[in-house]
Structures are given as structure tokens and as C-alpha cells.
């Protein structure tokens, strides 16, 4: 945790965040070097931690920080910084970022602690016996590994090491995230290609994690000081934006003194603070709306006293003023996964001027600026006990940890495990899925049902067959939305994974790294298996299949006798194969030649090729071959990732050998103006040409338009363009076509 930095002034520190003042650091670091101080006297070089410390918790244990800050001082002496200053000052201002976002004793003594056993000849044993097992703890966990021990991977490793601790006990990280924010601040001094290594590392991990446990204070000055130095034009160009807006009359202040007035008529106490924006947010509204007025430049925040002045706040506001609904967000009843709650709104005044506005308690606005440290010790049983009814306690292992920690563990490979976890990091959304059970399970925004199946069962999802999702059979593909109600098709033997188990078709739809590692790990022990590959777009292949269907009724039943597949018969001619591909149907289509003796045949189920579109073929484990439509997109991705075509075409009358033709299921959209009994119309259309209809659905008429999907079954493939001709003759269908996609992607 060495600070090879310089002590200088941030790049864009946001107003009002705690900074030590340098200059007392330095004067009392030369007091320390003098002498201890007499026994049971704060040293100076100490005393305005312990200032900043009693504001949050008045009756603490200053002793215990003095004891600290005597061996962390003994200890680093002769250190110097690059600065040139005296180590000591780096652990200082650590605790001073910490005191200030009220973390309680324990945190603090740890961090005063937290380099002396990497570059002190302290050991670890010595701080359990000085100051007990949860400093010990704690310091343990922010320690580096030796590069001498781990080469290359001792960053990666060390930043495993971290976040199983911080599994164990938050404040680990809370300590890290301070340490980094010290050595942001003093970066300048180091040269500018290790300026912007230490940099990525911020951006890809420490924000994220900053972002993860709620510490906002933190989270927004790294993404400055980052921004300073991965995009120092942008960064220039917002700061000269914000410099010519200082000298101009404020309206955000305008706007407050108007809510002041309104809440105080209504007898609201409440606390109404201009929040500037920090140079990232302005940034990224600067690119949102173009050109930025003052309002844009800041938000009103207002704090109350419990949840109901929230509420009522927000009431007076949107009827004194001009509501904009579309910015009303409520993070109280529906809390972020980071401990966050707020009312977000936005108003226009006198003016027409928007004006962003939060409303919080003061608890929440605590918790919003400093997440899990403002919780202080989430292990003593007795803190939160006393916490304001409404607010969240803290949870000790948050979800996004647990999922961190159970995939970390399936990944001894360093560079893997670096990977993934900056891939899980980036997903800076969290949505949450209710199971059939009764349960809820979170995920990052744009998982997939693959990813709900490992987070769920983890390698027993290799035998997942099939999902409903809102109560409809729906893909493994599908993606998942916040609220959804999830239900996983098993296979009834999820032990047999000779014939069920993941296709790599599955890594194209899994988002999170504990589903992508499994999947792999499996591909890898099975490179022969003999099972036939499912498409990760494919429904449940047999009724008997399904487990914990309880209560299915006749509907039910018919979607899963929908989803059986029927494998047709082969034909062997001339080195190549004639067969009836499946469609998954429940009845073989006509035949197609494959240049690949022996090989089974399947329509892909993404594009639905039927005869005479063009069509190509790639060869899939377990000697089939998947066939698609040559424009799918498919067809480019496997081209591009370097698979070989198999010839295919369809097979004509001499081909067929005696065979007939045979049932094609396609899936087409009819677009048409909304009028009474269109369905009816269409249905009857469809009926007359011999179509079987499958399924259907009406999407919800727009500005007097309607669209229809239907999925058919054709007995001859030659009767679809006279079909969708008879659709669009139907009164008021102005378009029909084909669907590019499986039915079950798209409901």
C-alpha cells in the first residue's frame, strides 16, 4: 500500500469533501519526531483526527487511537514519501478521510496501521496483540502480497485477497478505497505512464467498489481525479466551463430560496443546500443535453426528518411547482442495492428553469455520502438496533459480494480472475427477479435467464432446459427485467449431463462471470461429449423433462407438448446426408442435403429458414448440423470467429428418395391499422391458406397502429408467399413479414 506520490493539490476536488491540511501534517510529524508524547496525551500530529472523530462519535476511545498512532509513527520513521515528506503523513490523512465520513474507532486504528506490516518490521501477530483480532483483521486485508512471492500476479491477487476479507468484514474495503483517495490526490509526481496505470486500475475497480458500498464521497472524487488524468482536454474544458459560470448570478440559489418559502408556508422544517455537480457529472450532462445552463450545473438537496416529510415535501413541491414526472424516481420504497434512498424530482419555476431537487432524512444522506461507513461496526450486535424506522440496515454480505465471492473461488487463474472481475464490475446496475419459490435473486441489469440458472444452482444449471419468465415459456436467452417472476426448467436427472449440458451458443447469452466460468469449465471436460447441443434460443426439449411443474393445467401442458422436438430418419446418398430437419415442432420438415455423411439436421430456431431462402450450414458438437438463413446474423458471427460452412441445400424430389414434403414453422409480423375484428380477419386469412396457427400475439395499438405476430405451421414451405400475400389483402394490413428471430425471443 506504498504512497509513491507527491503531496499536491487534487485535480478537481469536490467542494466540501474533507482534506487535511498538509502543512499542520508536516509540522506534526516533526513535533512526533521529537518525542513521544507524555502517557495519556494525544500526540499533536493526531489531534485533529481526533477533532473530526468525536463530531460522529463523541464517546470514544481516544487512547486506543493514540496507541496507534505512537507505533505507526515509531515505526514508519525514516520513511520519506516521494514528496520528500515524512511517511507518517500518508497514514494521517487516510484516518482524516475516514474520521470525516464518521467511521467508527476500530476502522480508524486499523488504518493508522494499515502499512506498518508491509513496509514496517511489524509484524502481524504484534497488532493482534496490541490492539486485538479485528485490527489484525483488518490490516491483514489491505496488505499487499510480495511481488518477489506472486511476480505478476501479485495485483490481481492482492485485489482477491481484499475482497474475500472485505466478505468477511466491509471495512476492509472502506480502508482501501481511503488509501487510494490519499494516493489520487498525490499522484503528480509520478511519471505520467504510471500516472495512468494507477488510474485504469481506479476506473475498471475501486470505483465500481465505491460505487457498490454506497461511499459517494469517495466514488466522486476518484472519478475526477481519474478524469484529470485518462482525459485531461475533456477535463480542462469542464473546468473552464465551470469557471465562466462562478462570476454569474446563480439561479440554483434563486430556486432554494423559492422551496425554502414554499416549505416554510406549508410548516415543513427541512434543510435546503445547493449540491453543486462534480466535474464528471457535469461532464456526462454536458454530453447528455448539450449546451448547460446554471441549473444544470447543480441539484437542490433537501433534508428532512423522516420518511413522511420526505413525502410531503415532495407533494408541496409538485404543487407549487411544475412537476416533471419523468425524472420522479422513488429510491425510499425501492432502495438501490448500494444502501442509497432518496426521492429524486425535478421542477420548473417562475422562470421555466428545470431544477433538479433530492429529498432525504438526514440518516439517508449520511448513508448516500459515506454507504457502509457511515454504519459504523455492522458486526457489534448492538449497533443499528437504534437505527430511524424506514432505514435499511446494513447488510454484511450484499448480493453483488456473495456472487463476487463464489465465482472468485471456481478462478485460481490470475489473469481470469482479472478479467472477470473488472467484466462484473462494469455492470453498474442491479435488477432484482422474483423466483416461483418465493424468493427474490439479484443480478446485474441485462442478465439472462442462463445467468439466473447459475446464480441459482450453480453447476447443477448445466441441466437447465427451458425457463418461464412471467409465467410464459420463454429462452434461456431471454434477458431479464427488474420484477420479473422466474421459473427454471430442470432436466428430470440433472446428474445425466452426457446428453444435457451447456452449448457454447450459451456464452453468447450469459453476462456475469460466474455463468461464463462454469460454462467454460464444462465445454472444457466434455470436448467429445456426444449430446447434441441446444441453442441457448431453444424451448424445453420433453414434457417428461420438466421437474416442479405442480398444478400444470391444460394450457401449460399444450406449450410443453409446443416445445417437444422430433428427430426425423436419415438418408445416406452419395457421401451425403438427406434428412427431415427438426424444428423442434413435434414433425419433420421436408428434407435437406448436407455435404456431411451421417450428420443429423436442425433448422436454426434465430432465423427459421424454410424453402427457397438461401441457407448455409455449420457443423455443431454431437455430429449435427445446424442450418440458417445465409443473411442471419448468425451466420456473419460464426464466419467472423473462423467456424467452416457445411454445403447444404434443400433437397428436391430426387433427393427425397419417395419422401414427401413435410410441415415448416415460420413466424411473421403483420403490420396494419387498428380497427375491430382485425384479428379475426386475419386469423380466418391465414386459416383458409392451411396454415396452422401456434401462437399469437397484439402488441398495444400506436397512434392508430397495431402489430400482430403470428407463429404458423406450414404443410408445404412453396405456400408461404401466396399466404403472406392473402395476409396483406386483409383491410387495413399494410406490410407483412418474415421474423428474423426465434418466436420465444420474442414475445
Not at 145 to 173: I, S
Not at 240 to 266: C, I, K, M, T, W
Not at 356 to 384: C, D, F, K, S, W
Not at 713 to 742: C, F, I, K, W
Request: overall charge negative.
Amino acid at each position: 500500500m506504498s504512497a509513491e506520490a507527491t503531496d499536491q493539490a487534487p485535480f478537481g476536488r469536490r467542494r466540501g469533501l474533507p482534506r487535511i491540511d498538509l502543512r499542520n501534517l508536516r509540522r506534526f510529524s516533526r513535533a512526533a519526531l521529537l518525542g513521544s508524547a507524555s502517557r495519556g496525551r494525544l500526540p499533536d500530529a493526531i489531534e485533529h483526527v481526533a477533532k473530526v472523530h468525536r463530531v460522529h462519535h463523541p464517546g470514544a476511545d481516544l487512547d486506543v487511537l493514540r496507541k496507534a498512532y505512537v507505533l505507526a509513527e515509531s515505526s514508519h520513521r525514516g520513511q520519506m514519501r516521494k514528496s520528500g515528506e515524512p511517511y507518517i503523513t500518508h497514514p494521517l490523512a487516510v484516518t482524516l478521510i475516514l474520521a470525516e465520513l464518521g467511521a467508527e474507532t476500530t476502522t480508524l486504528t486499523a488504518s493508522l496501521l494499515h502499512d506498518t506490516v508491509e513496509d514496517t518490521e511489524v509484524t502481524l501477530d504484534q497488532v493482534g496483540e496490541q490492539f486485538g483480532e479485528e485490527v489484525r483483521f483488518l490490516v491483514d486485508g489491505v496488505t499487499k502480497l510480495e511481488k518477489v512471492d506472486y511476480g505478476a500476479a501479485a495485483e490481481p491477487e492482492t485485489f482477491r485477497k481484499m475482497l474475500v476479507a472485505t466478505g468477511n468484514d466491509v471495512r476492509v474495503m472502506s480502508i482501501k478505497l481511503a488509501d487510494r483517495l490519499h494516493n489520487m490526490r498525490t499522484l503528480g509526481v509520478m511519471r505520467p505512464e504510471k500516472q495512468a496505470r494507477i488510474a485504469k486500475v481506479t476506473r475498471d475497480v475501486l470505483i465500481p467498489l465505491a460505487e457498490r458500498l454506497g461511499v459517494q464521497a469517495l466514488k466522486t472524487e476518484l472519478e475526477d481525479l481519474v478524469f484529470a488524468i485518462l482525459h485531461p482536454e475533456e477535463y480542462a474544458r469542464t473546468r473552464e466551463l465551470l469557471q465562466a459560470h462562478a462570476g454569474r448570478p446563480d439561479p440554483l440559489a434563486q430556486a432554494a430560496e423559492d422551496v425554502r418559502g414554499v416549505l416554510h408556508e406549508a410548516g415543513i422544517t427541512a434543510e435546503v443546500l445547493v449540491r453543486p455537480r462534480h466535474f464528471v457529472s457535469v461532464h456526462r450532462v454536458g454530453l447528455k443535453r448539450g449546451e448547460l445552463t446554471g441549473t444544470d450545473l447543480g441539484r437542490l438537496l433537501v433534508l428532512v426528518s423522516d420518511d413522511a416529510d420526505c413525502y410531503a415535501v415532495l407533494g408541496e413541491l409538485h404543487t407549487c411547482f411544475t412537476p416533471v414526472i419523468s425524472e420522479f424516481k422513488d429510491f425510499i420504497a425501492v432502495p438501490k442495492f448500494n444502501l442509497y434512498q432518496s426521492l429524486h424530482t425535478a421542477v420548473a419555476g417562475r422562470d421555466g428553469e428545470v431544477t433538479e431537487v433530492l429529498i432525504r432524512t438526514h440518516q439517508m444522506h449520511r448513508v448516500a455520502e459515506a454507504g457502509v461507513i457511515a454504519l459504523g461496526n455492522p458486526y457489534a450486535p448492538t449497533e443499528g438496533a437504534d437505527a430511524p424506522e424506514g432505514e435499511r440496515a446494513d447488510p454484511t454480505r450484499p448480493g453483488w459480494l456473495s456472487r463476487l465471492l463464489d465465482w472468485q473461488s471456481a478462478t485460481p487463474d490470475p489473469d481470469i480472475f482479472w478479467t472477470s472481475l473488472r467484466d462484473d464490475l462494469a455492470q453498474d446496475r442491479e435488477i432484482t427477479v422474483f423466483r416461483s419459490d418465493g424468493g427474490t435473486l439479484g443480478l446485474p441489469a441485462g442478465a439472462s435467464c442462463v445467468d439466473a440458472a447459475y446464480a441459482l444452482y450453480g453447476d447443477d444449471a448445466h441441466s437447465c432446459i427451458g425457463a418461464r419468465v412471467n409465467g410464459r415459456i420463454a429462452t434461456l436467452s431471454t434477458v431479464l427485467r427488474d420484477g420479473d417472476t422466474l421459473q427454471l426448467l430442470m432436466a428430470s436427472d440433472s446428474r445425466d449431463t452426457a446428453s444435457h449440458g451447456p452449448s457454447p451458443e450459451w456464452l453468447d447469452h450469459a453476462r456475469t462471470p460466474a455463468a461464463r466460468i462454469a460454462i467454460n469449465r464444462w465445454l472444457a471436460a466434455h470436448p467429445a461429449s456426444k449430446h447434441e447441443p441446444r441453442e441457448a434460443a431453444e424451448e424445453p426439449e420433453s414434457a417428461s423433462e420438466l421437474t416442479g411443474q405442480d398444478g400444470q393445467d391444460g394450457q401449460d401442458g399444450q406449450e410443453t407438448q409446443d416445445a417437444q422436438v422430433t428427430r426425423g430418419s436419415q438418408a445416406s446418398q452419395g457421401g451425403r446426408t438427406v434428412a427431415p430437419a427438426s424444428t423442434g415442432a413435434g414433425r419433420p420438415e421436408a428434407g435437406i442435403v448436407v455435404d456431411l455423411p451421417g450428420a443429423t439436421v436442425r433448422l436454426a430456431r434465430c432465423c427459421t429458414p424454410v424453402p427457397p431462402d438461401a441457407i448455409t450450414g455449420f457443423a455443431v458438437r454431437g455430429g449435427a448440423v445446424t442450418v440458417h438463413r445465409e443473411r442471419c446474423p448468425g451466420v456473419a458471427r460464426m464466419t467472423s470467429a473462423g467456424r467452416t460452412a457445411v454445403g447444404v441445400r434443400w433437397a428436391d424430389e430426387d433427393d427425397r428418395d419417395g419422401g414427401g414434403g413435410g410441415d415448416y414453422r415460420v413466424t411473421l409480423f403483420a403490420e396494419a391499422f387498428s380497427r375491430p375484428h382485425l384479428l379475426a380477419d386475419l386469423t380466418e386469412a391465414i386459416a383458409a391458406e392451411g396454415a396452422e396457427v401456434v401462437a399469437a400475439a397484439v402488441e398495444p395499438p400506436r397512434e392508430q397502429r397495431v402489430r400482430h405476430t403470428y407463429t404458423l405451421q406450414l404443410p408445404d414451405a412453396g405456400r408461404l408467399p401466396t399466404l403472406m400475400r392473402a395476409m396483406r389483402n386483409v383491410p387495413g394490413v399494410y406490410d407483412v413479414t418474415r421474423e428474423g428471430r426465434s418466436m420465444a425471443a420474442a414475445h
